[in-house]
């Protein structure tokens, strides 16, 4: 079992930057392949970002690539999103999310979900 919980939310100005981070109780954190999930009112979850349970693999949707950098330091039981040269159209709710596989890029790939934290990007 693990839970999880996102903090790092708020609004930015297009351009700006904000770092999410993701904090994860349970012993078995480090087993764990890491996702982050952003959802915009009216549409589905999508991916964002996943990170291998050593952190050693990354995998980035096209719209973020370049942008966003996912991280995790396994000591402090914690993922982190790096969200740089922020665009309007990345306004959404973010959720971290644990499964078995990084390059798991679906919804009911993950087992575990946070509650989300808002992200909101004025133009």
């Known amino acids: 079992q693990v839970q999880l919980v996102e903090s790092g939310g708020g609004l930015v100005q297009a351009g700006g930057s904000l770092r999410l981070s993701c904090a994860a109780s349970?012993?078995?954190?480090?087993?764990?392949?890491m996702g982050w999930f952003c959802q915009a009112p009216g549409k589905e979850r999508e991916f964002v970002a996943a990170?291998?349970?050593?952190?050693?693999?990354?995998y980035y949707a096209d719209s973020v690539k370049g942008r966003f950098t996912i991280s995790r330091d396994n000591a402090k039981n914690t993922v982190y999103l790096q969200m740089n040269s922020l665009k309007p159209e990345d306004t959404a709710v973010y959720y971290c999310?644990?499964?078995?596989?990084?390059?798991?890029?679906?919804?009911?790939?993950?087992?575990?979900w946070g509650q989300g934290t808002q992200v909101t990007v004025s133009s």
């Open positions: 990170i291998s349970w050593s952190g050693g693999s990354t």
């Open positions: 999310a644990a499964g078995w596989s990084a390059q798991a890029m679906c919804v009911y790939e993950y087992d575990y």
């Open positions: 349970g012993r078995t954190f480090s087993s764990y392949a």
